[in-house]
């Protein structure tokens, strides 16, 4: 898959690149302090605070791109994924 495809369909899953997202994870002071864990918990109560404001869903397509870095970051970090 070329680059230009894989960033577009990045783009369309996250919102952002995935570099540009790791970029500013590992930018961050909670990143530094409390690890990809709470870097994870705090997108998820992102979603919380947007699903609780989604009337007319107006955040629906942000809930989900939000949702995919989650699972993204999870699973890049394999946080919480036992090796059998």
Known sequence: MSTAI????EVQMY????AQIMESIERSITFKFSGMGMII???MSDIQEMNERNQNG???EQIRQTLNICKMLMMDTELGFKNI
């Open 6 to 9: 894989q960033i577009s369909r």
């Open 15 to 18: 919102g952002s690149p995935k």
């Open 41 to 43: 918990c705090g997108y």
């Open 58 to 60: 107006i955040y629906t």
